[in-house]
């Protein structure tokens, strides 16, 4: 799931922001170099939080989930210079695109923060902090228990006998009832 929405952030940004590079953050951040004339734009899944359980028993785990993804946006300059964007021009254009974005299954996507991270090589890096709220529900394994065939209730006017054919494979219930 989580690679989804990375990509359908990826995607999102690469639709609303022209002329700038766009991808997931690297494995390997240490070797990371930005080439891009303009603006780099990195998304990176940060982790989730979950509500304490909402069901009962017997039911799938069902939570609320809250996720982050930070993304980064890595320019040459910080502000407008000779007719180029900088840095806060392009977390403008991020906050723009992606807040109130659905990715599906998921509640509209809202910021939370931005900040300034680094100047590194004469490359300025900034963050933005963006989260959403999914459903998370747990795989649900049923206990196997044995099928009750036959009952008799014993009463004021003699023993009531029931008896069920079941075929599993059908999950047909035929019911006979006798009194004695």
Same mark, same amino acid.
């Given at each position: 799931?989580?690679?989804?929405?990375?990509? &359908?952030?990826?995607?999102?940004?690469?639709?609303?922001?022209?002329?700038?590079?766009?991808?997931?953050?690297?494995?390997?951040?240490?070797?990371?170099?930005?080439?891009?004339?303009?603006?780099?734009?990195?998304?990176?899944? *940060?982790? &989730?939080?979950? &509500?304490?359980?909402?069901?009962?028993?017997?039911?799938?785990?069902?939570?609320?989930?809250?996720?982050?993804?930070?993304?980064?946006?890595?320019?040459?300059?910080?502000?407008? /210079? *000779?007719?180029? #964007?900088?840095?806060?021009?392009?977390?403008?254009?991020?906050?723009?695109?992606?807040? %109130? $974005?659905?990715?599906? %299954?998921?509640?509209?996507?809202?910021?939370?923060?931005?900040? $300034?991270?680094?100047?590194? *090589? %004469?490359?300025?890096? #900034?963050?933005? /902090? $963006?989260? $959403?709220?999914?459903?998370?529900?747990?795989? #649900?394994?049923?206990?196997?228990?044995?099928?009750?065939? *036959?009952?008799?209730?014993? %009463?004021? /006017?003699?023993?009531?006998?029931?008896?069920?054919?079941?075929?599993?494979?059908?999950?047909?219930?035929?019911?006979?009832?006798?009194?004695?």
């Amino acid at each position: 799931m989580i690679e989804v929405w990375e990509n &359908s952030i990826i995607e999102r940004l690469k639709a609303k922001i022209e002329n700038v590079h766009v991808q997931s953050f690297p494995d390997n951040p240490e070797s990371f170099q930005h080439h891009h004339a303009k603006c780099t734009i990195l998304v990176q899944y *940060k982790g &989730s939080n979950y &509500s304490s359980e909402q069901t009962f028993e017997n039911d799938p785990v069902c939570q609320d989930r809250e996720s982050k993804f930070v993304i980064y946006v890595i320019t040459k300059n910080l502000s407008r /210079l *000779k007719g180029h #964007y900088g840095n806060y021009t392009y977390l403008d254009e991020v906050k723009k695109a992606l807040t %109130g $974005f659905k990715i599906h %299954g998921s509640a509209r996507i809202i910021p939370v923060e931005d900040s $300034f991270l680094d100047n590194i *090589k %004469g490359t300025w890096w #900034y963050a933005i /902090l $963006f989260k $959403f709220k999914t459903t998370s529900v747990g795989v #649900y394994e049923t206990e196997e228990l044995p099928v009750l065939t *036959k009952q008799t209730y014993k %009463g004021p /006017l003699g023993d009531t006998e029931i008896i069920k054919e079941v075929n599993k494979e059908e999950l047909v219930w035929n019911i006979y009832i006798t009194v004695h």
